[in-house]
DNA sequence: GTCTTGTGGTCTATCAATGAGTCATGGTTA
DNA sequence: TAACCATGACTCATTGATAGACCACAAGAC
């Protein structure tokens, strides 16, 4: 009777999400901490701890990462430093982009 | 009366989720996407999305992954296929680890 | 220049996610 | 082996996120 999800999802990210978990519940059994402990160190249940293991669509990706970072899942870099650096770099990147996308597009398909 | 947040964060994970959302819109611009185009295409409102590009922490993950999915992100492989059979790789992984941790880990600081 | 339109921001009602609690199972240690 | 405890799964109340509208502004087209 658990209503499912009703949002419709790629495999490709449901694969990520689930890899995700798996790479937490990995780090996390590495460092030897129970899931209350980990839940309580995140500020997160363990309830929730349980479902982003699992890799429940449906979790805040605030709680998420957040559990990665202590785990030390690497989210795009492993280093603090080099990840706010690369965010920094992008931010840049971002300025040169145009600000709009202009409706020609309807069925764009210049993904290759 | 919005009650904040208050959900604590570190900072490795609100980069992490910055440069998320800004490599988010640069797919979205790249493939001459609108904000509305976008968010109809992964089945979400257009505030959302924009929070998700802005790295709002409280965006569910799975939405997250879909459009960056969509967006082409590259979440941990590139390819699906990739993703896939590393997805399996870890679960057999997951396979030869310890289920539990017991509990003699207080202050574990094994993290190095 | 004007006009069109994509975008960011805000607000509110609705509904799903979260936290807290319980129970059953099974892994782990003594 | 037995006892303990970490884990998984579930329910329920409450909080929070989401959808959908609005407006104002800015960027690009003409």
Known sequence: MV???SRPSSQYSL????LL?????????????TTTDLAARAGISRAL??????????C??????EVAAICGVPLFEQEQRQLASRLAFQREKMALLPKAA?????GVKDDF
Chains 1, 2 share one sequence.
């Open 49 to 58: 701890l349980q479902r982003i293991e699992r890799g429940d669509t449906g």
């Open 102 to 106: 202009r409706s020609r597009a309807k």
């Open 3 to 5: 209503k499912p999800i």
């Open 15 to 18: 694969n990520a999400l689930e």
């Open 21 to 33: 978990g798996q790479l937490v519940r990995e780090g996390r059994l590495n460092k030897v901490l």
């Open 60 to 65: 805040s990706i605030g709680a998420v990462f």
